[in-house]
């Protein structure tokens, strides 16, 4: 994935132990496709050295106002013009200060001050710098002034100390800088989401499950929050990270899933069942692990699962509901039928046999105009389509 293709990013370092990180962030916006201009503070210099930074940006980087490599003598306005963002990290409590009073003394503050694209701040200090006032005033002051604040992170601090002020992950600078490019179609919506297998136990050490990966789901849950959702992601097991932002809450048999869906429906804007949930259940589960004394195979009962979609579907002034349908044929029939059976607006469709575990997949939308293919792709592509196309047919806020 290039999910920052063709983005120029400016990546400030103000001074501070964080700076260790900011190694670790530059090469992942550049595997995500990014040019990246690096600009350090004479502080930053002292955590780690521009020949660092240059060798993992690739480009020269820029500490001093007075470069004699820019011709003009302009780096404080070349540097940001043609850029799609500044981002600083770490943002220091001092550096902060500097840039809501707009002050421009060294080549940094001078480039945010003369920007004309969008600034992202990270900030990174100690936990009683971050909650004190001047700092807080300053961080309120900011926001109001349209900059983005982008943690900070709590835990453990460099100075042995623990609490609020770390500076985010370079994974999670990287999801923010990406979501930070993204549509927020979802904006204060709400967003309840099942995914991966359910399984449904034998006995205390054998279970039946299915092939899902989950990924389609962990797709879109990661796509939704892109779009500014808030978003709770049911998910059987799986063996895929949570995407940053998300609240997952594991669960594993059917019936945890239902509880964990119904619970948190009420306070829902939307649901998407993405989870490839048993119909069935073992109804005979054995309190002990079945022997293969006598070499007869086990007899097993099954029970019906309740379906979690019909069931959210049908609620009073509950979400509103988006299916999902893997067939192995005739799937415009089944789903349009599968839509209809479960009472829903919207359901996503494909043949199951192209996509399961794949990276790749193809999908069609079906709602009450028809079927409506969407362009194949990554899971992650076609994820962002698929919230762009609930985004677009989602009734204006519910409640
Ligand atoms: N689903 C659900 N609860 C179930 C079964 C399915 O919430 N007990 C949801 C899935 O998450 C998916 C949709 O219903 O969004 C379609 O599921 P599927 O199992 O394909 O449909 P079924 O109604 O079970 O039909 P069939 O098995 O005949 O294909």
Redesign the pocket.
Known sequence: MHDLRDRRIVLGLSGGIACYKSAELVRRMIEQGATVDVVMTDAATHFITPVTMQALSGRPVFVDAWDARVPNNMAHIDLTRGADAILVAPASADFMAKLVQGRADDLLSTLCLARACPLLVAPAMNREMWGSAPTQRNVTQLSADGVVILGPGSGSQACGETGDGRMLEPHQLLAELIAFFQPKSLSGRRVLM?AGPTIEPIDPVRVITNRSSGKTGYAIARAAWEAGAQVTLVSGPTALAVPYGVTRIGVES?RQMYDAVLAAAPDSDVFI???????WRVANIASDKIKKDDHQPPALEFVA??????TVAALPDGPWCV?????TQLLSK?AHE?RL??GIPM?VGNLAQHVMDADETTVSIFDDTGEHPIAPGTKYDVARLIVQAIAKRLPARRR
């Open positions: 099942t059917a069942s993405v989870a490839a949930v048993a119909d699962n309740p379906d979690i979609l019909a299916g999902f349908a893997a067939e089944f599968k059976r479960k359901l």
